[in-house]
C-alpha cells in the first residue's frame, strides 16, 4: 500500500486583505519601502521590494521605486499577502544591539547620531537580517525611530536617526533643499591634480541583479553634485579627499569620483582591481569612505548643529603605512575661487541653497546644539 505523500511545504496563513490607504500628514515624507515595511510587519524584506518590483503596490495608481517619498493625501493601494502562519518578527543578537548603542555620539530628544561601523548595514535585506535601525528600535522599543539618511553598508561615520516624526519631516525638507551639508573623508587611486573640483553629473540606477544596484552617470538620471578638495598626497600611488554632497543619491561619491578618472580605493565595484590590491597589500580590506561630519541649521530656530566622527583605527592604519609616499601638492596646482569650486566638463552652476563648507571650528565630537 503506498503512503500518502508527505506535505513539506510551511504552514500558511489566510491572506491580508487588499487596502487603499490614504497617507496621513503624520506618515508623510518616509520611504514606500519602510511604510511598507512597517505595515506588512512579519512579511520579509525581499518579498516587500518584490510587490514594489512588479508594481503590486501602487501609489495614485501608478508604479513607484522603493526610494519614492510618500507625501500627504497620496492614495496607496495595498495588495494582498499571503503570510507564513508561523511567521514571527526576529530580535537582533545582544552584540549588535550592544555596538549600536556603544556607537551613539550624540542625542537629544529629537535626534540620535551614531558613528555606524563599516560593514553593518542601515537595515536588514542583501543578505543581512537586521542593521542598524532594527538593533535600534530593539534595543529602543517605545521610541519611534526612522532613519534620516542612508550609508552604504561598507561605509563608516555619522548616520543621523530621528526620534520623533516632526523631527524626520524638517530633516528631510531641509535635505531636499540643500541645507544639510554632510563631508567625506575618501581615498582615491592616483594623483588628483585637479584642484577643488565640484562634479555635476546626474545619476541614474539600473535595476537590481541579485540584489545588487548599479548606478552610472546618465543625463536623464536625477541631479547628482559632489565636491571634492584634496587633503593629501601619496605619490602617484593615492589622493586623501575631503568631499562635500548637497545632493545624498546612492552610490554618488564612489560613481562621481570613478567618473573623475580617480576611483575609491578599495571599492570593488567602481574601483580599479589593481590599484585595490595594491592598498590591499597595506592593509584596505573595504572601500576607503567615511562620514566625517554634518552641518545644518535647525529648521524654524536656526540654531547651527554640528557633529562630528573621527576617521576609523582601520583606515588611519591605512594611511600611516603609505605615509611615506605623502607629499605636498605640487606647486602650480590649480585652485578654485573661494566659494564657487570648479565644474566638471563645464557643468552649471549648483542650485541656490547649496550648503557651503564650513568656515567654523568644529566643536567637540559627538557635541551638538538642540534646538
Excluded at 114 to 129: F, L
Excluded at 218 to 240: C, E, R
Excluded at 326 to 345: D, E, Q, Y
Aim: aromatic fraction near 4%; hydrophobic fraction near 35%; include cysteine.
Amino acid at each position: 500500500m503506498n503512503s500518502p505523500p508527505v506535505d513539506a511545504s510551511p504552514s500558511l496563513g489566510p491572506k491580508s486583505p487588499l487596502m487603499m490607504r490614504t497617507v496621513t500628514a503624520d506618515e508623510a515624507g518616509q520611504r514606500i519601502d519602510n511604510f511598507l515595511m512597517r505595515h506588512f510587519k512579519t512579511v520579509p524584506r525581499s518579498r516587500v521590494y518584490r510587490l514594489l518590483r512588479k508594481g503590486e503596490v501602487r501609489v495614485n495608481r501608478k508604479r513607484v521605486d522603493a526610494e519614492y517619498r510618500i507625501q500627504e493625501g497620496d492614495e496607496l493601494r495595498l495588495p494582498p499577502v499571503r503570510i507564513d502562519a508561523d511567521a514571527e518578527p526576529g530580535r537582533p543578537s545582544s552584540s549588535l544591539l550592544e555596538l549600536m548603542e556603544r556607537s551613539v555620539i550624540f542625542q537629544d530628544r529629537h535626534l540620535l547620531v551614531i558613528d555606524k561601523p563599516a560593514g553593518v548595514a542601515v537595515h536588514g535585506g542583501s543578505g543581512m537580517s537586521f542593521g542598524v535601525i532594527e538593533a535600534l528600535r530593539a534595543s529602543r522599543p517605545r521610541e519611534t525611530l526612522e532613519l534620516v539618511h542612508r550609508l552604504d553598508r561598507d561605509t563608516s561615520g555619522c548616520l543621523l536617526i530621528a526620534r520623533d516624526r516632526s523631527t524626520l519631516t524638517a530633516l528631510h525638507a531641509l535635505i531636499r533643499n540643500g541645507g544639510m551639508h554632510k563631508t567625506y573623508l575618501a581615498l582615491v587611486a592616483g594623483s588628483w591634480q585637479l584642484g577643488t573640483k565640484r562634479i555635476d553629473a546626474p545619476l541614474a540606477t539600473d535595476n537590481r541583479q541579485h540584489g545588487e544596484r548599479h548606478v552610472r552617470v546618465a543625463p536623464a538620471g536625477k541631479d547628482s553634485i559632489s565636491v571634492f578638495k584634496p587633503v593629501q598626497f601619496f605619490g602617484a600611488l593615492a589622493t586623501l579627499m575631503e568631499v562635500d554632497i548637497p545632493t545624498g543619491r546612492t552610490h554618488q561619491i564612489r560613481v562621481h569620483a570613478s567618473f573623475a578618472g580617480h576611483p575609491l580605493l578599495g571599492d570593488d565595484k567602481y574601483g580599479d582591481r589593481e590599484r585595490n590590491a595594491d592598498l590591499k597589500a597595506h592593509g584596505l580590506k573595504r572601500t576607503f569612505l567615511h562620514a566625517q561630519s554634518v552641518a545644518f541649521e535647525w529648521p524654524g530656530s536656526g540654531v547651527p548643529f554640528h557633529v562630528s566622527a573621527p576617521l576609523p583605527t582601520e583606515l588611519a592604519a591605512v594611511l600611516d603605512a603609505i605615509t611615506s609616499m605623502k607629499r605636498k601638492a605640487p606647486r602650480g596646482s590649480p585652485k578654485a575661487p573661494r566659494g564657487s569650486p570648479k565644474a566638471l566638463h563645464g557643468s552649471p552652476k549648483a542650485p541656490r541653497g547649496s550648503p557651503k563648507a564650513s568656515k567654523r571650528p568644529a566643536p567637540k565630537e559627538g557635541r551638538g546644539s538642540k534646538r
